[in-house]
C-alpha cells in the first residue's frame, strides 16, 4: 500500500489516484538561463525517482515537467551577453536536456514552454479577473488579490496577517495590498511582449504553471511536485491561481524535495556556493552523481561534499562486483523477499535509503551464493539489475562500468602488461610481476585476481 507525505496536510497518506491505474503528475521545471546545478539536479531525480517506482508499479504515469522560457532572469541574461531572448532560451535548454540525459533521467511524456501557453494564460487571468480575484492595476500590470482568496497559505502553513506583517512595504501605490502578487507585466521597451486585453505584455512567474498544468492534466490532478523552496510563493500562488479560476481543488498531493547543501546552507545560484552537473562530471561518472542524489531520503537535506561522491562511487562498485562475470540472462526470480522488502520501502514515501540497503543485502547474497550455486546467484543478479534500475542505477556492463571510458591504445597497453605480469607469476618471477603491477598502480589501474583470471578497473 502506497504512502506518501503531502506538503499540504503535512502527514503520511495512503495514495489513492483520482482514475485508477493512472497517475498524473506535474513537477517545474528549469527557468532555462544558465547550466543546471547539483541543487536543481537534485529535485529533479528524486521525482525522476519517483515517476520510475509508479511505472514499476504498473500505474500508468502522464509526467509534466514544464520549462519556464520567459523570466526576468533570461531577459537579463539576453540583456548582458547582447542576444535575443530566443537565443539564451534555446543554448540553455539544450544544455539542460543533454545534462538529464547524463543523469539517466526519463524523458517527460510532456515538456510545454510558457510561451507555447500565452493564450491559455491569458484565459485563465480573464477568468481570474472575472470572478473577481485579481485586479488591473492603474499602470496596465495585472495582479492576483491574495485577501479574495480565502485559504491562502494551506500549503506554506503561514498566517495571513503573518505574512503581510514580514512583507516589504511598497513604495508605490500600484497594487492594493503588499501581498498582491503579478499575473501579467505590461511590457518595458526591447522587452518580449505578446498581445493582450491589457496591452502588450508578459505573463508573470507563476501563473505559466497553474496555465500549464490545468491545461495538460486537468483542473485537479493527482500529484505536483518540486524543490522546498517552491513551497512559497510559488506553489502557494499556483493553489490560489488555480483554484480562484476553477473553484476546484488544484493538487490531491503535494510533495517536495529537500534541499543539497554545502557545509549545511542550501545550494543556490544566488549564494554562488554551487557546482552544475557539468563541474562534477568532469571528474566522476554520471551514475556515481545519480547514486548521490538519490543516496538520501528525497524529502531530507542531503550535504554535498567530495567524500559523499567518493563514497557514492564506493557503493556502487559493490554492487558491479556483485553483478561481474555473472550472466544477467537467468530467469528471474518469483516472489523473492528481497523485492518484497525493496517494495515495502519504496511505498513508505519513496524511502531510497532503505531500498539501496536491500540492495545491499542482495549483492552480500549474490556474492555469498557464487561458488555454492552460480545458477541460483545470477538468478539474484538480474534482480539486483532489475530493482537497481527503478532507482535509474546499475544498468551499465560490470566491465564499462570499471574501467570507465578508455581509449583503444591504453586497454592494448594495460591487457599486455597484465599478460606479461600472468606469465612473470606463471614463471614464479614474483618481482617482475610486482613491478608490473606498481606500473599499472601508477597508471591508476588496479587489478583484482581470482579463480576466473585477472580483471582491471581505474582507481
Request: contains cysteine; glycine residues 6%; negative net charge.
Amino acid at each position: 500500500m502506497l504512502k506518501i507525505y503531502n506538503s499540504l496536510t503535512r502527514k503520511k497518506e495512503i495514495f489513492e489516484p483520482i482514475e485508477a491505474g493512472k497517475i498524473k503528475i506535474y513537477v517545474c521545471g528549469p527557468t532555462v538561463y544558465d547550466f543546471c546545478h547539483i541543487g536543481n539536479a537534485r529535485s529533479f531525480t528524486a521525482f525522476d525517482g519517483i515517476v520510475r517506482y509508479l511505472q514499476f508499479r504498473g500505474y500508468e504515469v502522464v509526467y509534466v515537467r514544464n520549462i519556464t522560457d520567459i523570466d526576468d532572469k533570461i531577459i537579463n541574461r539576453a540583456n548582458e551577453s547582447s542576444e535575443d531572448f530566443n537565443v539564451v532560451v534555446e543554448r540553455f535548454t539544450k544544455a539542460f536536456y543533454e545534462d538529464m540525459k547524463k543523469l539517466n533521467l526519463l524523458v517527460p511524456t510532456f515538456e510545454p514552454r510558457a510561451t507555447e501557453f500565452i493564450p491559455h494564460i491569458i484565459a485563465m487571468i480573464e477568468k481570474l479577473i472575472k470572478n473577481e480575484h485579481a485586479y488591473v492595476a492603474e499602470n496596465g500590470d495585472v495582479y492576483y488579490e491574495v485577501r479574495r482568496f480565502q485559504s491562502y497559505g494551506c500549503l506554506s502553513h503561514r498566517n495571513i496577517d503573518e505574512l503581510e506583517s514580514g512583507a516589504r512595504v511598497e513604495i508605490s501605490n500600484i497594487k492594493r495590498d503588499p501581498l498582491d502578487f503579478v499575473l501579467w507585466k505590461v511590457a518595458k521597451p526591447n522587452e518580449p511582449s505578446w498581445e493582450s486585453p491589457w496591452g502588450l505584455g508578459r505573463p508573470g512567474w507563476h501563473i505559466e504553471c497553474s496555465a500549464m498544468s490545468t491545461r495538460m492534466l486537468g483542473e485537479t490532478f493527482d500529484i505536483h511536485g518540486g524543490g522546498k523552496d517552491l513551497i512559497f510563493p510559488h506553489h502557494e500562488n499556483e493553489v490560489a491561481q488555480s483554484e480562484g479560476a476553477t473553484g476546484k481543488k488544484f493538487v490531491n498531493y503535494w510533495l517536495h524535495a529537500g534541499y543539497l547543501q554545502i557545509d549545511k546552507e542550501k545550494m543556490s545560484k544566488s549564494l554562488g556556493n554551487f557546482f552544475t552537473i557539468r563541474d562534477i562530471l568532469k571528474d566522476h561518472s554520471q551514475e556515481t552523481l545519480r547514486y548521490l542524489l538519490i543516496s538520501g531520503h528525497y524529502r531530507s537535506s542531503l550535504n554535498f561534499s567530495k567524500e559523499l561522491l567518493q563514497q557514492a562511487r564506493n557503493s556502487l562498485e559493490r554492487f558491479y562486483a556483485a553483478l561481474q562475470d555473472l550472466s544477467l540472462s537467468a530467469e528471474e526470480l518469483i516472489d523473492s523477499p528481497y523485492e518484497k522488502k525493496f517494495i515495502e520501502a519504496m511505498d513508505d514515501d519513496f524511502n531510497t535509503p532503505i531500498a539501496l540497503s536491500v540492495l545491499f543485502e542482495l549483492a552480500h547474497e549474490i556474492q555469498r551464493m557464487r561458488e555454492k550455486d552460480k545458477n541460483l546467484a545470477e538468478r539474484h543478479a538480474v534482480l539486483l539489475k532489475k530493482l537497481g534500475g527503478v532507482l535509474g542505477i546499475l544498468q551499465d556492463d560490470p566491465i564499462n562500468f570499471f574501467q570507465g571510458k578508455t581509449d583503444d591504445w591504453e586497454v592494448l597497453k594495460i591487457e599486455k602488461l597484465i599478460d606479461a605480469r600472468n606469465q612473470a607469476r606463471a614463471e614464479k618471477n614474483w618481482a617482475e610481476a610486482d613491478r608490473i603491477r606498481k606500473e599499472l598502480a601508477d597508471m591508476a589501474i588496479v587489478l583484482e585476481d581470482s579463480a576466473g583470471g585477472t580483471v582491471w578497473k581505474k582507481g
